[in-house]
């Protein structure tokens, strides 16, 4: 817990320079567009600790699997998102004298994040050893408008002093991967050259062949003028710049203007990309920093229009979920199927920028309802692209005639993962990949996705589930064994309720989307089956394990069983537990935590957020409130489906409580680790939090259904959804609801129970509201 | 399975030189005698592959771990035997061509290790490129009588040609361990010098601070006459080197000899190091190898006369049980109370020579039987030293109060293995660490050892037991949670019987050493009472885990089971398998492995073959049977518990099946895998099949038992023991049973469940036998 950034409900503030916040600080302050993306490293060198980052979405590397003890199954390579080239740079000397701000004293220093206009900005003042006194005026921003393009201004000015200014902008792809395996660096220079204000360094990665190129182009003004300075060319291996030099006195201010472009082999045949690079560096200063940043703010102007979440009578709160929908829109646009949305995002390099299932677990509602339906769908076909390497993952485990594993952390659709436990124990996430598909049909009303590519992939991994399943003659029913649910604090059990519940709810839904193509899609049906060789008698098992599935319960308790004997645990709360050996995570030895009836998030439960409709609401109650005493929410993705569901049993405290734990979970580093990176899948769930929790947005038999509470704490709040072509507005305050709807197109809605036609352009108010 | 090496009763031959199998030969054929060893390397140079090894006992390296993801409780570091300096090489050029076997043509090549005198030969005739023939004779042993000695004699013959003859005897200390987590080099030079003929060198290691000093005494005779031919000193950083120059005539012959001492800081002040060792190779110098050999001959014939075990009829089981007791004498001689038993000995780097709980479980019986008491002696006492350890390991996993849990690995104490599901869940060891002293007790009669060791061990790890439970309100029993069993391939079960069991052993064995030490010594009980702060109430809690301990078995099978829920796992057998699927652990994904009902050892026969006299032979034989036809043995110590029960039920035919599985595993490479090392532990069970399994040895009641069976290929096998002062010889032929006692101590023996007094040298002749 780490609290030093001012509460705005539109900025990040950071008043003041202590380099304890720096690596903190890099990481919040991160900018990205979905394309790429960089940790808020300093211009000028620095000394202090630092984690240098700079990432293009989907460039990764292969690097060869660390392992203490090999187990068969595992993969080579662990798949991570690149450091890529420093576009960053600007190296400053005055009078010989480096600045560095672990060096220089630092007055009047104030970095800002600018998330309504989506740019970065610092100013200080540095003084030097021998007093001279330079302020530094910074600005930059990733173009939400140019996916390919960035932009810097940096000036400088000389506050009592006249000297020689050096100013050296440069480019440097000798960067290296914190968490590389080896310690190997993965680039290699392919081509660079540096010329009057101008160049650019293309590197290929050593495997791969990913390629990419990168440009600068520079301008520099002096007093407002422009000026052509003397200049250095230099250009070593991976690194190029421009060593400009120039003259100052007191009070002038010199400005580098620096255009950057960078674009990758995975939109641009190799020959191509220097020209293209050039081109669009060059375009850049041609339309200059002021235009670029216009059409920047007007790109961030029409992300928020779209959704925002407005909190009023608590600036931190505002604060907080703003900031998740930032950088969950600087991390994925949705353009791209290829892409997917890392852990980090682009604010480091845990993880690997890889894809886990909190995508489809977390994300996916966020994408749904806050862009365009084409961005969810693409999310959808980033799986469906990788059907097949989910096929042969199952077939390097055993399984056969077309089922499909999806890997547990992906890039390219091959498993990257290496713990057994995970990488082969954690099939639920199949269960939540065929469950994204529902939820975006049952959202969006796209039927037609099933016919185009759901079903395959939903046969693929029905097919999965029908093998992974074995038949126990003692309990003369179905079971599964040897897995691990989310609660990653129980490794390889029996039964996990909520694995055996996502098996036959997906084999349920196959089944259900067979009968449904039979009506409406019959030749994506007969095509389906053919591609795939279906059996008739592949129905006939579905049926069986559905009707014959042993799920572990117990009566007595009334609630479904995290997994087999787990009442044999020794059953303790979470209020029984010493605060200092909280987080269990960092306190207790891995086999204490799996011997204790601790959850790091509570299957069950996870279950009923996702089925929540099949089960009536006083099952949800007795399970939420045996699983929540034991839950200690060890992973940031927990706490929202704790706030969902606490809001659907009525108790909006505990929902409130649980949206507090993870909404500004990065700003005050409640984790003590957001140093590697901001929890950006997460931050989804912060949303959801919102959205489906105090809002109670859900989409039933194609009805928008609201229940939304007011937190005590709020005087009001809303929230913009998309939904079937509409723009819904929907406010909550302490006059009762307002629910504008923001487009043409007329929506079926229902509030507390209650129905309403809600035509293009209309409002309708409500009185009533509930309070929490 | 490779068998290309010649059957003899007493020696190993390997005839005619294949390249393929040098990496097989160099671990058959390896050197020891138990304080140093060396692997089967070429004196001379060899370009081919090559597994260079040699070793001290107790001499490690603490390499930092390698993990690909870290759990807590992980040890820092896994302590490995350090390969160190090479003392065999000889460097032969001739005409300035160099001896290289994987160069030269190789004619008449034979290798031997002649095991009833323990030495290994090589002779063999290279012609080189030029034509040139050399006759190389080779002969080298390290002393049993003089454990820091070692003696090569090396001659090679000019059969066709004259010229210039280099040899070149150095001592390399610039090795690497293979298994090197990182590549590093674990040893530093301190000191190093040559002079004519005579040479040091003196390594520290990096860390930890090892001293070894390693001499070498060179002489040199041309025709049998000693020589001093010109030679250079070569003396570079951790090398030493004499070359010689020779000018040879055909039918010339060289012979140069090696006298090698090495001593290490583990037994001598650093500074006397290099003092001590030269005396010592100037000394073996002095008595020269004929001198030496016969005190190695002598040797030997000691250890034989002791241990032995004569098979008729079946030379290929004659060599492969008396490979087996010459493995396992040349690993450990039970000096020195901090050395143990690697699971490879000398013979390879796999498993870093640590201890296991092989040495507990398999090896224990064989030193009591074939060595003196003192040996077995300090086996117990190496675990007792690290008893200290053993608590601080217990307490970082959260136990307290002075439960001791033993390291799954270890070289000092401390844990050293770094797999959650084996090093924090195979509690089963600290079961097998305890019986070991019943074990002991009950062989030796030697209680004193309780009195003034054993009960301090117990009760910490009875302490261990006490914690490790947890009470299920469900089954209203004691339940253990969350371990792996010997069967390791099943992970984090519940309830597996096998550990429940041993546990309850645990407590009420020491419950009853308590009661004993109570009458018999009552001093030595309250000493150990104060000194671990001993509370009655503890006696309370282990009596009411003794009392209501869950055990999970099935009613309608009869059997124990593995753990709790086993039959709900598909219930396959082992005939089932396909065969080009075995072993499965070179063909299974892990999960799969681990969601088989298939065991790599059954933990429920485990249990029984420790407490047999507790079950009834119907319970012994109905799991038997369950288990056995589950069972695929792949680990290498499993098929001996199945011989000794399958001999007690009376499946003769299973049991002999069961011990040809391993009496020849590392002569035929049964699982592809000896080029690693010979599987020194498993051996002992080799032993305990033909000794507890067709001889039926079991001490009960201090009386020695015998229950022999002949196997129906053998014309007679004996085997002896040292019982109580007694070295017993038994034979079993088709005249039927001879018992023979070699000393002058009466014993008490039972055979074929009739007892019987045999006198001092006495001799029992019984015509009835049992054939299988």
Same mark, same amino acid.
């Not at 030093?4 to 567009?33: A, R, V």
């Not at 929540?612 to 045996?626: P, Q, S």
């Not at 699983?627 to 929902?655: C, F, M, N, W």
């Given at each position: 817990?780490?609290?030093?950034?001012?509460?705005?409900?539109?900025?990040?503030?950071?008043?003041?320079?202590?380099?304890?916040?720096?690596?903190?600080?890099?990481?919040?302050?991160?900018?990205?567009?979905?394309?790429?993306?960089?940790?808020?490293?300093?211009?000028?060198?620095?000394?202090?600790?630092?984690?240098?980052?700079?990432?293009?979405?989907?460039?990764?590397?292969?690097?060869?699997?660390?392992?203490?003890?090999?187990?068969?199954?595992?993969?080579?390579?662990?798949?991570?998102?690149?450091?890529?080239?420093?576009?960053?740079?600007?190296?400053?000397?005055?009078?010989?004298?480096?600045?560095?701000?672990?060096?220089?004293?630092?007055?009047?220093?104030?970095?800002?994040?600018?998330?309504?206009?989506?740019?970065?900005?610092?100013?200080?003042?540095?003084?030097?050893?021998?007093?001279?006194?330079?302020?530094?005026?910074?600005?930059?921003?990733?173009?939400?408008?140019?996916?390919?393009?960035?932009?810097?201004?940096?000036?400088?000015?000389?506050?009592?002093?006249?000297?020689?200014?050096?100013?050296?902008?440069?480019?440097?792809?000798?960067?290296?991967?914190?968490?590389?395996?080896?310690?190997?660096?993965?680039?290699?220079?392919?081509?660079?050259?540096?010329?009057?204000?101008?160049?650019? %360094?293309?590197?290929?990665?050593?495997?791969?062949?990913?390629?990419?190129?990168?440009?600068?182009?520079?301008?520099?003004?002096?007093?407002?003028?422009?000026?052509?300075?003397?200049?250095?060319?230099?250009?070593?291996?991976?690194?190029?710049?421009?060593?400009?030099?120039?003259?100052?006195?007191?009070?002038?201010?010199?400005?580098?203007?620096?255009?950057?472009?960078?674009?990758?082999?995975?939109?641009?045949?190799?020959?191509?990309?220097?020209?293209?690079?050039?081109?669009? #560096?060059?375009?850049?200063?041609?339309?200059? *920093?002021?235009?670029?940043?216009?059409?920047?703010?007007?790109?961030?102007?029409?992300?928020?229009?779209?959704?925002?979440?407005?909190?009023?009578?608590?600036?931190?709160?505002?604060?907080?979920?703003?900031?998740?929908?930032?950088?969950?829109?600087?991390?994925?646009?949705?353009?791209?199927?290829? %892409?997917?949305?890392?852990?980090?995002?682009?604010?480091?390099?845990?993880?690997?920028?890889?894809?886990?299932?909190?995508?489809?677990?977390?994300?996916?509602?966020?994408?749904?309802?806050?862009?365009?339906?084409?961005?969810?769908?693409?999310?959808?076909?980033?799986?469906?692209?990788?059907?097949?390497?989910?096929?042969?993952?199952?077939?390097?485990?055993? *399984?056969?005639?077309?089922?499909?594993?999806?890997?547990?952390?992906?890039?390219?659709?091959?498993?990257?993962?290496?713990?057994?436990?995970?990488?082969?124990?954690?099939?639920?996430?199949?269960?939540?990949?065929?469950?994204?598909?529902?939820?975006?049909?049952?959202?969006?009303?796209?039927?037609?996705?099933?016919?185009?590519?759901?079903?395959?992939?939903?046969?693929?991994?029905?097919?999965?589930?029908?093998?992974?399943?074995?038949?126990?003659? &003692?309990?003369?029913?179905?079971?599964?064994?040897?897995?691990?649910?989310?609660?990653?604090?129980?490794?390889?059990?029996?039964?996990?309720?909520?694995?055996?519940?996502?098996?036959?709810?997906?084999?349920?839904?196959?089944?259900?989307?067979?009968?449904?193509?039979?009506?409406?899609?019959?030749?994506? %049906?007969?095509?389906?089956?053919?591609?795939?060789?279906?059996?008739?008698?592949?129905?006939? &098992?579905?049926?069986?394990?559905?009707?014959?599935?042993?799920?572990?319960?117990?009566?007595?308790?009334?609630?479904?069983?995290?997994?087999?004997?787990?009442?044999?645990?020794?059953?303790?709360?979470?209020?029984?537990?010493?605060?200092?050996?909280?987080?269990?995570?960092?306190?207790?030895?891995?086999?204490?935590?799996?011997? #204790?009836?601790?959850?790091?998030?509570?299957?069950?439960?996870?279950?009923?957020?996702?089925?929540?409709?099949?089960?009536?609401?006083?099952?949800?109650?007795?399970? *939420?409130?045996?699983?929540?005493?034991?839950?200690?929410?060890?992973?940031?993705? #927990?706490?929202?489906?704790?706030?969902?569901?606490?809001?659907?049993?009525?108790?909006?405290?505990?929902?409130?409580?649980?949206?507090?734990?993870?909404?500004?979970?990065?700003?005050?580093?409640?984790?003590?680790?957001?140093?590697?990176?901001?929890?950006?899948?997460?931050?989804?769930?912060?949303?959801?939090?919102?959205?489906?929790?105090?809002?109670?947005?859900?989409?039933?038999?194609?009805?928008?259904?609201?229940?939304?509470?007011?937190?005590?704490?709020?005087?009001?709040?809303?929230?913009?959804?998309?939904?079937?072509?509409?723009?819904?507005?929907?406010?909550?305050?302490?006059?009762?609801?307002?629910?504008?709807?923001?487009?043409?197109?007329?929506?079926?809605?229902?509030?507390?129970?209650?129905?309403?036609?809600?035509?293009?352009?209309?409002?309708?108010?409500?009185?009533?509201?509930?309070?929490?």
């Amino acid at each position: 817990m780490k609290q030093y950034l001012e509460h705005h409900p539109w900025k990040i503030i950071e008043p003041g320079f202590d380099s304890e916040n720096q690596l903190l600080s890099e990481s919040i302050f991160s900018l990205g567009n979905g394309y790429m993306g960089q940790r808020a490293n300093f211009e000028e060198e620095y000394s202090g600790e630092t984690l240098q980052g700079n990432y293009m979405a989907g460039v990764y590397y292969p690097d060869k699997t660390v392992v203490g003890w090999w187990k068969i199954g595992y993969p080579e390579y662990f798949a991570k998102v690149l450091n890529s080239t420093n576009w960053l740079g600007i190296d400053i000397k005055v009078d010989g004298q480096v600045l560095d701000l672990a060096k220089c004293r630092v007055e009047k220093f104030q970095r800002i994040l600018n998330m309504k206009e989506g740019y970065l900005s610092r100013e200080f003042i540095a003084e030097f050893s021998n007093g001279n006194r330079l302020k530094v005026n910074a600005c930059r921003f990733i173009s939400m408008a140019r996916p390919e393009i960035a932009a810097i201004r940096y000036s400088v000015k000389a506050l009592n002093f006249e000297g020689k200014l050096e100013i050296t902008p440069y480019l440097d792809g000798d960067v290296i991967n914190q968490d590389a395996n080896y310690g190997e660096k993965f680039w290699d220079q392919v081509a660079g050259d540096i010329n009057d204000g101008r160049g650019y %360094l293309l590197l290929k990665t050593k495997k791969l062949d990913f390629h990419i190129c990168t440009a600068m182009d520079c301008q520099i003004r002096k007093n407002g003028q422009e000026l052509r300075p003397d200049l250095d060319k230099i250009k070593n291996e991976k690194y190029i710049a421009n060593k400009y030099f120039l003259d100052i006195q007191q009070n002038d201010e010199v400005t580098l203007f620096k255009y950057i472009a960078s674009t990758s082999s995975r939109y641009y045949q190799v020959g191509e990309l220097i020209a293209e690079t050039s081109c669009q #560096s060059r375009k850049a200063a041609e339309l200059g *920093f002021d235009n670029l940043l216009a059409e920047q703010s007007a790109a961030w102007g029409e992300i928020w229009q779209k959704s925002d979440i407005k909190i009023e009578g608590d600036t931190a709160a505002q604060q907080g979920i703003r900031f998740n929908i930032f950088q969950l829109n600087q991390t994925y646009t949705g353009e791209d199927e290829r %892409l997917n949305i890392g852990p980090k995002g682009f604010t480091g390099e845990k993880y690997g920028g890889s894809t886990y299932w909190d995508t489809e677990g977390f994300c996916l509602p966020f994408y749904l309802s806050t862009a365009d339906q084409s961005v969810a769908k693409n999310l959808l076909l980033y799986r469906y692209r990788h059907l097949e390497k989910a096929q042969e993952n199952a077939a390097r485990l055993g *399984f056969s005639g077309g089922a499909a594993l999806y890997p547990m952390v992906t890039m390219n659709g091959e498993e990257s993962h290496n713990e057994w436990e995970i990488t082969f124990e954690e099939i639920h996430r199949n269960g939540a990949i065929a469950y994204a598909i529902y939820n975006y049909v049952n959202y969006t009303g796209d039927y037609s996705y099933l016919a185009d590519y759901g079903l395959e992939v939903l046969i693929a991994i029905a097919r999965f589930w029908a093998q992974r399943v074995n038949y126990s003659e &003692k309990k003369n029913k179905y079971v599964i064994l040897g897995v691990t649910g989310p609660n990653e604090y129980e490794n390889n059990v029996n039964n996990n309720w909520y694995t055996n519940r996502i098996a036959v709810w997906t084999l349920e839904y196959t089944l259900e989307v067979m009968d449904y193509l039979k009506q409406e899609y019959p030749e994506s %049906l007969a095509k389906f089956k053919e591609k795939v060789s279906f059996k008739p008698e592949e129905i006939n &098992k579905w049926h069986d394990i559905i009707n014959k599935m042993y799920y572990p319960i117990d009566e007595e308790e009334g609630i479904f069983l995290q997994q087999d004997n787990y009442l044999d645990k020794e059953q303790l709360l979470v209020s029984e537990l010493v605060k200092k050996e909280l987080p269990l995570n960092q306190h207790w030895s891995w086999d204490r935590i799996l011997r #204790s009836c601790f959850l790091k998030q509570a299957d069950v439960l996870q279950g009923l957020y996702f089925l929540e409709d099949k089960y009536d609401l006083e099952t949800i109650r007795r399970n *939420f409130r045996f699983y929540e005493a034991r839950t200690v929410h060890e992973s940031s993705l #927990s706490p929202s489906v704790h706030a969902v569901l606490a809001a659907r049993i009525g108790d909006y405290q505990k929902a409130y409580e649980m949206y507090l734990r993870t909404s500004r979970l990065d700003l005050d580093n409640y984790n003590n680790d957001t140093e590697d990176g901001c929890h950006i899948t997460s931050m989804a769930g912060t949303w959801l939090a919102i959205v489906q929790g105090f809002g109670g947005l859900r989409i039933r038999d194609n009805t928008l259904i609201l229940n939304p509470f007011l937190p005590e704490k709020w005087s009001s709040y809303s929230f913009k959804i998309n939904y079937r072509g509409a723009l819904v507005n929907i406010m909550v305050g302490l006059e009762g609801l307002t629910i504008q709807n923001e487009s043409k197109n007329d929506i079926e809605i229902k509030v507390y129970d209650k129905e309403y036609h809600l035509a293009g352009d209309g409002q309708l108010k409500i009185k009533d509201y509930k309070q929490g």
